[in-house]
């Protein structure tokens, strides 16, 4: 059972380049969610989804695209890569429980440090 | 907007010493409050998970308390230990699509 994988771990991206960062669950899990943690910050929701097909909005949505197909992928996409966007993006998953978010524990993947110069 | 702020932001402690690490949040209609753990390089693990009609809840040497309506939440840690050493954050629900997360304090026990 490896539960959220995210790939890459590293990338470093030209500003203007594009780039998917992929995840992925193995516990049948409704919703996932996309975060970003900045040096002294906490996390922010970038984009979340309750289900195959349903994506919304988190609370730092722009520059970012998201897909879901299928209940174990949840793709965050970067059209035009700014500096802006250095980050570590973390993806989570919980099962869905009452329709509110955070009504189960969240599980993590480990992160993807990105990089835009 | 709701807010979660934690302090301290850092703290050291010997070895066996008890601990208690804080939470505050602006706005107290929040569905559940949880306290994660992040180790260096890695992602989040959920510790605890209090829902709002809860007053706290325990695992092994592990407390988080709930003070709903003055916008507080403790996570106390019994007998530390070095393996405790990572950074712990707490994060409330509150609306329909977000949790608000705070900035973490950094432990360190010293063996």
């Known amino acids: 059972n490896a539960g959220v994988t995210q790939t890459p771990k590293f990338r470093i991206l030209k500003i203007g380049q594009s780039m998917t960062l992929q995840c992925t669950q193995d516990?049948?899990?409704?919703?996932m969610y996309w975060y970003r943690q900045d040096p002294g910050m906490g996390l922010k929701l970038i984009y979340y989804s309750v289900g195959a097909g349903i994506t919304d909005k988190g609370e730092v949505p722009n520059g970012y695209n998201v897909s879901r197909s299928t209940t174990e992928d949840f793709p965050l996409r970067l059209e035009l890569a700014a500096p802006s966007q250095t980050s570590v993006y973390f993806c989570?998953?919980?099962?869905?429980?009452?329709?509110?978010?955070?009504?189960?524990?969240?599980?993590f993947g480990d992160g993807t440090r990105l990089s835009i110069l | 907007k709701q807010e979660v702020t934690q302090i301290p932001a850092a703290l050291s402690v010997p070895e066996g010493e008890n601990l208690v690490l804080n939470c505050s949040f602006t706005?107290?209609?929040?569905?559940?409050l949880q306290w994660f753990r992040q180790d260096p390089g890695k992602g989040l693990t959920s510790l605890l998970l209090?829902?709002?009609?809860?007053r706290e809840q325990t695992s092994g040497r592990l407390n988080a308390s709930l003070d709903k309506s003055s916008g507080r939440s403790t996570l106390y840690i019994a007998a530390s230990q070095p393996g405790d050493s990572a950074t712990y954050l707490c994060?409330?629900?509150?609306?329909?699509?977000?949790?608000?997360f705070g900035t973490g304090t950094r432990l360190t026990v010293i063996p």
């Open positions: 516990m049948n899990h409704n919703y």
């Open positions: 989570a998953s919980s099962e869905h429980v009452g329709g509110r978010v955070g009504g189960q524990p969240q599980h």
């Open positions: 706005d107290s209609a929040i569905y559940n």
């Open positions: 994060a409330v629900s509150s609306g329909a699509n977000n949790l608000f």
């Open positions: 209090i829902q709002s009609s809860q």
